[in-house]
């Protein structure tokens, strides 16, 4: 996964592209580069490192072109260094490419091109973009001025694969040409001026009129308008769309990184996907409110859910099925979404099929969508992102409404999801009849008070910043829970692995003695999370099991409970609520916990080592 950027109008191009990728560093970050056009000449910078590296290059440096193209990359192909780095160009430097996505027949393309003496300098797959397009701009038959356009549309239909492209060339001051498959991008609309960029947050400083690029779409930008295309090169006429984020909420807003940010926009976030889905009779009476999606019949005679997602999306859905089952009493499966698709799936075009995605671009998750979607499912996608790939394919959209995350590690989508996840349950147990009338206003009455009590958690974060500093060079985290607690432990074992690179695992509490407990030794630090009343006695034998072996023990539970004194040397407490509503909470303290050790570790977590934001690759 990679950020793209692009810029044409009356301005110095660099200094908008530079500021466009910082907002897109997120989606990778062991190289940048940009190709500007300055004088009809192409002129390319592109560096191994953070796009600071560049910055600082530039920075004594000045190209007056107003035309330019930008790429902040995550490695596919080739190692990160300075001739990986994008942009690309042909070789006489006529056309440059940026893209972020995988040209799977590239080393097809790449022979037929050596074969007719094209000499390439990188191990990237895209080079062959770059040269295909230079191939078919000069033997093309038509040299006027869709000559670039024509060239464009031949090279994507030679590609296999998935893509996103930024496209300049020197004899083309006037325009930008871009496309997408499989990969988002978008185009933003200014003032005598355009852009593009790979997501929302790097166009706000400029433009909130936005086109999203459609599957196989290409557009063409000139300073005063936009042209958009299909594939085969028919004309598309579409109004753009406004964007209504707010630009703070694209912004570190005084935290020391985005992931702090975003952990502490978590009683807000919950309560802006909360709330609008609430109609409010009384205090004594607050209904759900699901207008947005019609939940027909069908949904009541349903006999299975199926999940699926990936990372921490998986995991919501894993407390979905909890959650599901709890409420509305109907089978739930969860599904690694990466998995799906190779197992041949049983698909029943009766099951209620729900795709959680944060970003609606991860690409294992858009393909078990699409596998569903051919056997005739119905889709219900939960995602953050208006406008993803996820939500245009979708047959119905729930939107958490989380804003912008920014952070690597999600947070703020997670908990957001699960709220989609409950209301959601709910309704579905309101339609088949299997939460008594008291229980269902009891537990939106419970929902209701969950944002003032995340906030609560949240104005108490020294306690765990302190128990991270002491616990953050543990090379061994275990974390143990039963039923909705255990769906909790997978989630903060990966917030911790993948921030704080600490050997971190989870597991259902009752199955440490079939095996795992063997891992158990002095030095290792088990982190208990019991919200489940009915099963305390239980999750107490584990704890006596893993102390007994030397492990040291910290318990996540109620505020006031006392059940854990005897037999945890550290103890974090949570606001009450039902013990079946307990992940949106429990989450909270672990999310900062890692924060916490990756910080006093030195690591930066908004841009975890090997991670990138979206994973828009299989
Ligand atoms: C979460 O902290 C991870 N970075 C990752 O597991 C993520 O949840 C996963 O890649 C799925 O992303 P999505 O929600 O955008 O589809």
Same mark, same amino acid.
């Given at each position: 996964m990679c950020g793209i950027t692009g810029y044409i109008g009356y301005h110095e191009a660099t200094p908008r592209l530079l500021s466009m990728l910082q907002k897109l560093e997120y989606r990778g970050y062991d190289s940048a580069g940009i190709a500007v056009l300055d004088n009809d000449e192409i002129v390319v910078r592109k560096m191994k490192g953070p796009l600071s590296v560049l910055e600082s290059a530039l920075a /004594?440096?000045?190209? #007056? @072109?107003?035309l330019g193209i930008g790429h902040t990359r995550w490695a596919?192909? %080739?190692? #990160?260094?300075d001739i990986n780095a994008h942009p690309h160009t042909d070789i006489s430097g006529f056309i440059a490419v940026v893209h972020n996505g995988i040209i799977e027949n590239y080393i097809k393309l790449k022979n037929y091109l050596q074969e007719r003496g094209v000499v390439f300098r990188s191990e +990237?797959?895209?080079?062959v973009i770059a040269h295909l397009l230079n191939f078919y701009y000069r033997n093309g038959k038509n040299r006027g001025q869709n000559s670039l356009l024509d060239a464009a549309l031949k090279t994507l239909s030679k590609l296999e694969g998935s893509y996103s492209l930024g496209i300049i060339a020197?004899?083309? #001051?006037d325009r930008l040409i871009c496309a997408r498959k499989d990969n988002p991008l978008i185009v933003g609309l200014g003032e005598n001026e355009n852009y593009i960029a790979s997501d929302v947050p790097a166009l706000l400083p400029y433009t909130r009129n936005i086109h999203f690029l459609n599957e196989r779409e290409l557009a063409v930008l000139y300073r005063d308008h936009v042209d958009l295309f299909t594939e085969s090169g028919e004309k598309i006429i579409r109004e753009p769309s406004s964007i209504e984020w707010d630009i703070k909420s694209a912004e570190?807003? @005084?935290?020391?990184?985005f992931m702090l940010k975003e952990i502490n926009e978590q009683d807000k976030a919950l309560s802006d996907t909360l709330s609008p889905r609430l109609i409010k009779k009384s205090n004594e009476s607050i209904t759900i409110n699901f207008d947005e999606i019609k939940l027909d019949d069908s949904w009541a005679e349903a006999k299975k859910i199926v999940i699926t997602g990936c990372g921490t999306a998986y995991h919501a859905g894993i407390v979905g099925k909890y959650i599901f089952e709890h409420f509305a009493r109907i089978p739930v499966e969860v599904d690694i979404a990466s998995e799906y698709r190779y197992r041949n799936p049983l698909i029943n075009p009766n099951d209620i099929f729900i795709v959680m995605s944060?970003?609606?671009?991860t690409a294992d998750t858009l393909a078990a969508m699409r596998l569903a979607k051919k056997h005739g499912a119905k889709i219900l996608a939960i995602t953050?992102? $208006? %406008?993803s790939t996820l939500s245009r394919e979708a047959d119905l959209i729930l939107y +958490?409404?989380? @804003?912008?995350?920014?952070? $690597?590690?999600?947070t703020k989508a997670f908990t957001t999801q699960l709220m989609c996840l409950y209301l959601l349950a709910l309704r579905l147990a309101e339609l088949r009849k299997t939460i008594p009338d008291r229980e269902y206003k009891r537990t939106v009455r419970l929902l209701v008070k969950i944002p003032e009590q995340a906030r609560n958690i949240l104005v108490n974060q020294e306690v765990i910043q302190k128990l991270a500093s002491k616990?953050? /060079?543990? /090379?061994k985290v275990f974390f143990i829970g039963r039923l909705f607690d255990y769906a909790v432990s997978l989630e903060s074992a990966l917030k911790l692995k993948e921030i704080s690179y600490t050997h971190s695992e989870a597991f259902?509490? @009752?199955? *440490?003695?079939? %095996?795992?407990?063997? *891992? $158990?030794?002095?030095g290792t630090l088990v982190i208990a999370i019991a919200t489940q009343e009915a099963l305390f006695e239980k999750i107490i034998s584990n704890i006596r099991e893993v102390s007994s072996r030397g492990a040291e023990v910290m318990v996540i539970t109620w505020?006031?409970?006392?059940?854990f004194d005897t037999v945890a040397a550290e103890i974090i407490t949570i606001p009450k609520t039902d013990s079946s509503l307990s992940p949106l909470l429990s989450i909270i303290p672990l999310q900062l916990f890692a924060y916490y050790c990756a910080v006093q570790k030195g690591n930066d977590p908004d841009k975890p080592r090997n991670l990138a934001k979206s994973v828009t690759v299989e």
């Open positions: /004594n440096e000045k190209i #007056p @072109g107003t596919t192909h %080739g190692e #990160p260094s +990237t797959d895209t080079e020197s004899d083309f #001051p570190k807003s @005084g935290y020391a990184h944060q970003s609606g671009e953050n992102a $208006v %406008g +958490t409404w989380a @804003g912008p995350e920014i952070a $690597v590690a999600s616990q953050f /060079n543990k /090379n259902a509490a @009752g199955e *440490l003695k079939h %095996g795992a407990i063997a *891992l $158990v030794d002095k505020e006031g409970e006392r059940a």
